[in-house]
């Protein structure tokens, strides 16, 4: 799980791009709104990414979710849902 952990954060760091996230240290109790601040299109472009490194779909899972769910998400529950589909 700490790898799925440390390639789901370098590929958050390649979408948002490093210079956004410094100082800022990616754990499982990081959320994607309050502590990374990613907009919509950065969710498309990570979810590109995840489905191109992992098979995931990650707009299938956001799609059980409501908005407030998406936007409090940690990458903790996203880590969570990769090791549990590979």
């Known amino acids: 799980m700490d790898e799925v952990l440390q390639q789901v954060g370098k ?6 791009g ?13 959320t994607f709104s309050d502590d ?3 907009e919509s299109i950065e969710f498309v472009a990570l ?6 490194h992992y098979g ?3 707009v299938a899972f956001l799609a059980d979710m409501d908005i407030d769910e998406i936007m409090a998400m940690s ?4 880590v969570d849902h ?5």
């Open 75 to 78: 990458v903790g529950r996203l």
């Open 47 to 52: 979810a590109d990414k995840l489905n191109a």
């Open 18 to 30: 490093p210079d956004f996230l410094l100082g800022v240290e990616i754990t499982r109790d990081t």
């Open 36 to 38: 990374l601040g990613l």
């Open 56 to 58: 995931v779909d990650l």
């Open 11 to 16: 590929l958050i760091t390649e979408v948002v």
């Open 82 to 86: 990769i090791t549990a589909r590979v």
